[in-house]
């Protein structure tokens, strides 16, 4: 490394959540010498202990869910009838359907009614699904976990208000915890897919941020629901971390007035799956059950001026426009509860609260103002999955229309 370090937004994915992962041109990249940098991690002032110990953790962290696979062999036995057989499967086929449209909530809440009306049981939908790889009580955990999410950005009951503005940061632990838990929400100035994209399209985050030493997705269930892996390189005195994350997106605006976007790190790399090199020489950091980003849809600015002057550089590539110009914005809540593998001194935490994640926040404003441009990678991305970032356009389209689907 030089003198100069290049900082993205990536770092605070694995310090304070996955912030919304940015894809850009090197202009989006911001220099930060290394020297002041290691001078503001040590005279970062300490939160106060006892400040600390006043919050607690969440109860979404003291009852973590952690599913097993259903037992289809033992389902398989049981004696069916063609008619039961067949309800079954019509279930199954519909439950992979709303799964796999982003809405996951939906579908397990539809299971349980369309079983009872057909008069099946769940465990026979569960051994069709087996069959094509998709784990229903894993899934069913999951919603859970996604519901838990909503919650946590919805109230900050519990939270200790670190800053508020453009940015709103709170931080919460508990005494003797090796669980740290961040919030952070702002309004961005763009569409809804543009922030679905950087966090759909991960591996390319490496590409465009030197920061980032590995950016992989290493399994992918469905475009909604994926497996990945990060690592950063950070500057002394912080060692490299990485971290794996699976998440799954579920809309939930017709219920809730949110897209939901889960996320948390399997206790053990699941089978079948090789995390790439380095990463036994890594420090490990976990995020648990109940961290989530929220995003909701923001009816287009009182001008299309407004919304050139919140890009930055005058570019809206990309954006959702109404009839003269005027783009939607993004309400983004992000909670990560992050578990660590040793202590983090109270000094680290500090600078993550009021040096990192101010910095990143400026930075994403930059990320969203020049990585739409014609030709970059994200919106070639984009445009290969249209039919996956035109469903959710015109979903907050209908949302912000009165009705939502």
């Keep these: 490394m030089s003198d100069q370090v290049v900082v993205s937004d990536a770092s605070i994915l694995l310090l304070t959540g996955p912030a919304l992962t940015q894809q850009g041109s090197q202009a989006a990249a911001v220099e930060v010498d290394t020297a002041k940098l290691e001078a503001a991690v040590l005279s970062a002032c300490a939160l106060d202990a006892a400040e600390q110990r006043a919050c607690s953790t ?21 004696p069916q009838t063609p008619e039961q057989d067949a ?4 279930c199954a086929d519909r439950f992979v ?3 796999e449209q982003a809405w996951l909530s939906r579908a397990v809440q539809q299971l349980a009614s369309t079983c009872t009306a057909a008069g099946i049981p769940e465990s026979a939908v569960a051994a069709k699904l087996r069959t094509r790889g998709v784990d ?6 999951r919603a859970a976990e996604v519901a838990n999410g909503i919650a946590e950005c919805a109230s900050d009951e519990g939270w200790r208000l670190i800053q508020d503005g453009k940015l709103r940061l709170l931080y919460r632990h508990a005494a003797g915890s090796t669980v740290h838990c961040f919030k952070g929400s702002c309004l961005l100035p763009a ?6 994209a950087m966090a759909k399209e991960f591996d390319l985050v490496s590409s465009w941020n030197s920061y980032i030493t590995n950016s992989s997705i290493l399994r992918t269930f469905c475009d909604v629901d994926m497996l990945v892996y990060a690592s950063v390189w950070l500057p002394w005195p912080f060692a490299e971390r990485d971290v794996l994350i699976s998440a799954v997106a579920d809309d939930q605006l017709k219920e809730k007035g949110v897209v939901a976007v889960s996320f948390a790190s399997p206790r053990d790399t699941p089978p079948g799956v090789e995390l790439p090199t380095g990463a036994e020489n890594r420090v490990h950091i976990h995020f648990m059950p109940g961290s989530c980003m929220t995003m909701v849809p923001v009816a287009p600015a009182a001008s299309s001026a407004a919304a050139v002057t919140a890009a930055g550089d005058g570019s809206t590539a990309g954006a959702s426009a109404g009839s003269d110009g005027e783009q939607q914005q993004t309400q983004v809540c992000i909670v990560a509860n992050i578990e660590t593998e040793t202590h983090v001194p109270e000094a680290i935490i500090s600078f993550v609260l009021k040096v990192f994640a101010p910095f990143f926040f400026n930075t994403a404003l930059k ?4 990585a739409f441009k014609p030709g970059d990678p994200l919106p070639e991305r984009m445009a290969a999955r249209h039919q996956l970032y035109d469903m959710i356009m015109q979903r907050c389209t209908d949302f912000l229309d009165g009705h939502a689907d």
């Design 136 to 141: 229903l009580q894993q899934l069913q955990g």
């Design 87 to 90: 309800a079954a499967a019509e």
């Design 97 to 99: 359907e709303l799964y």
């Design 58 to 78: 969440s109860e979404a962290l003291q009852s973590s869910t952690e599913p097993g696979a259903a037992n289809a062999e033992a389902v398989a036995a049981q």
């Design 367 to 370: 990320v969203l103002a020049s």
């Design 191 to 196: 569409p809804m897919n543009h922030p679905m």
